[in-house]
């Protein structure tokens, strides 16, 4: 958790004049930084006791109802992605649907951030935007009992969704 908020906190001073799809893109990059270094050090991803008040738009937490800035990031580019992996044909229709309601959790959460909160504020809401970005990728890859893929294709799932997102946040930069 320290390590979280060192995080939150040297990104909000850091970007006071970035724009928004900038912020988020580092959210997202950030959160690949945290869940690798928690995955190598065996440490779950989930949040035992939400600090905020989670809606369920999906059968998946969420800190909010919809995207605080929809169409940032459209999951479909992910859904579309995902499609070209040739193995995807072999996941039956309950793992796809889980895989759909992921993905907008996931950006549901990814977008969820309030940039325009004071300084001191924005720390703290930076820091839960990560924690339930993190408790979304921990459904998927297995540190809850309500992912519904193996271990293996769960990490696939979110490697393919974290380079979506990493190319995407990329091209709209540049």
């Known amino acids: ?14 970007e006071q004049d970035t724009p928004i799809p900038q912020r ?10 945290i869940y690798k270094t928690a995955r190598a050090l065996g440490l779950d991803t989930r949040i035992i006791e939400p600090t905020g008040e989670a ?10 109802n919809n995207s605080r800035y ?12 995902f499609r070209k992996v040739p193995n995807w044909k072999f996941l039956d229709e309950k793992e796809i649907q889980f ?7 996931y950006v549901i959460n990814l977008t969820s ?3 325009t909160l004071p ?9 839960e935007t990560l924690a339930y970005v993190l408790a979304t990728a921990g459904v998927l890859t297995g540190d809850s009992n309500s992912s519904r893929l193996d271990r293996r294709s769960a990490d696939f799932v979110f490697r393919i969704f974290v380079e979506t997102a990493t190319r995407y946040f990329r091209k709209i930069r540049d």
């Open 99 to 105: 895989i759909i309601d992921w993905s907008k959790a």
């Open 55 to 64: 809606e369920q738009d999906t059968k998946l937490k969420t800190r909010r």
């Open 113 to 115: 951030c309030d940039f």
């Open 24 to 33: 988020i893109a580092n959210i997202a990059a950030d959160v690949n930084t």
């Open 70 to 81: 929809p169409g940032i990031f459209p999951y479909q580019l992910f859904l579309i992605e």
């Open 119 to 127: 300084p001191r504020e924005l720390v703290g809401e930076r820091v």
């Open 1 to 14: 958790m320290g390590r979280m908020i060192d995080i939150a906190s040297a990104r909000s001073e850091e």
